[in-house]
């Protein structure tokens, strides 16, 4: 099936989901009535993204694939949730529920194929390569903003300058787009340019152009600066920003 064929058979899964299952922050009452008479259960979340999927369960070993919905919703409260959705005929049913906080790590297998480690770990397959990236990106982008802790990202590269662009817009994105070796394992951070952890600070010429002359002390408002400024690198880079410890604090020792 062609990409124009998916994008046009995602939107009518989202249309049929919008009547049945979620059916909008400001749904009246007449509309969460008419869900009812279908023998749903409405919920009044937003819909923000979904993607039709075929899931392999890790935990039960090998068995045939079943076909799922993947959703993303918003609640009025801002809690963002991520639906694993059923459907019986033309009848939508919500099997599982998961919070930003609850997805552990996301790992890319091909374009077209990636696991989310929930639970436990599932496998996901979809036909188009473009819906899961846009689909992986919305849900990284929300676990790094809202999540407690982000996620793991195990075969992904970033969207650094350089990069072959995909035509598509974030940070995360499966290795074999840029043909580089799938490795196992979480995505390595670059060294950031003109930084030594060994002394906290910018160094060589970048220290003295960019930040301020060594002979001058280096204040509460730079140290903030420079974390924010490594906060950002690393959650670029699909690093982990909790393993960053504070300028000034000890690391704890494990």
Known sequence: ??????????????????????????????QENAAKSGGQQPRRERLLNVISVMERDNAKGSGAAKPRLLCITVKRNRKLRLHKVKMNNTIAEISKTWSMDDVKAIEFKEPTRFSLLLNHKYDFSSSDAALVEGFVQMLVGFCNKYGIKPPRYINTVSGAPGAVSTGSTGTVRPKSVFNRAAQ???QVVPPMPGYDPSRGQMDGSMAESQVRPRTQGRGPGDQSALM???????????GDVSALVPMGMQPVEE
């Not at 124009?4 to 007449?30: H, P």
């Not at 906060?231 to 670029?236: E, G, I, M």
């Open 1 to 30: 099936m062609s990409s124009k064929a998916e994008t046009a058979k995602a939107k009518a899964i989202a249309d049929l989901l919008r009547q049945q299952v979620f059916i909008g922050v400001e749904a009246s009452n007449a």
């Open 228 to 238: 924010r400024r490594m906060t950002k690198y690393v959650a670029d880079h699909g």
């Open 184 to 186: 196992q394992g979480p």
